[in-house]
């Protein structure tokens, strides 16, 4: 089962002379699958380059969540994935699962799994990367290691593939600061493929897209309290 695509937005008027266009994201066109559904929650895979929730310009208001909405008026936003991103998210379908998936992601109780090729060959099998994540604030949305006000960040990492110029990578985020994947992938050393943000250009141009999917999630089930996972892989 999946959702279709919404229609493309239409182009917007010309700014004022001396002001910026606005950003208008790219319109995907894949369908939402619904990957499980019960009369709580669902589990979704969202595709690359659609909002999890609408941007600020009204031509931005495509997303995943208003595309459920269509079908599921009472699902809800919990957790987020950049509009880079794609892979599983969890959509509660009450008030009463939104707050007990809420306070779950909270006490860190949920399982997350990504998938992710980076840059150059990961020296060891496994390992973490534990530094501390600040907004870098004169270049938002852009994210820092910052050890005086960073808010604490931990990523275990296991290879589970390596080529010439490349690695494949499980990341296991235990905390979900903003970007904390990517920029701490960049520093061990070993960007994601085709980031935009904190790739370098060699690792910027091996990829058309971001090459990050979230392919794991486990929760405890709100009602039943059993758990409740499932996986979703990669198309790269």
Sequence with gaps: MSQPPSQPPSQPPSPP???QPPYLVPHS?????ILYEDEDLLL?????????????HPLNKDCLITRLRQQYP??????RLDL???GIMVVPLNKASHAHISRQFQERRIHKCYDAVVYGVVEHDRGQIDLPIATDWPNRPLQMICHERGKSALTH?????RREDRSRVLLKPVT?????????MRELGHPILGCDMYAHEQALAMSARLLLHACQLGLEHPTSGQWLQRECPADF
């Design 17 to 19: 002379p001396g002001e």
């Design 29 to 33: 066109q894949e369908s939402i699958a």
């Design 44 to 56: 979704v895979r969202k595709p690359h380059l659609l909002l999890s929730v609408p941007g600020r």
């Design 74 to 79: 009472g699902a809800s936003i919990v957790h």
């Design 84 to 86: 880079d991103t794609s």
């Design 157 to 161: 990492y296991e290879v589970t593939q």
């Design 176 to 184: 979900g600061r903003s970007h904390q994947l990517r920029i701490h």
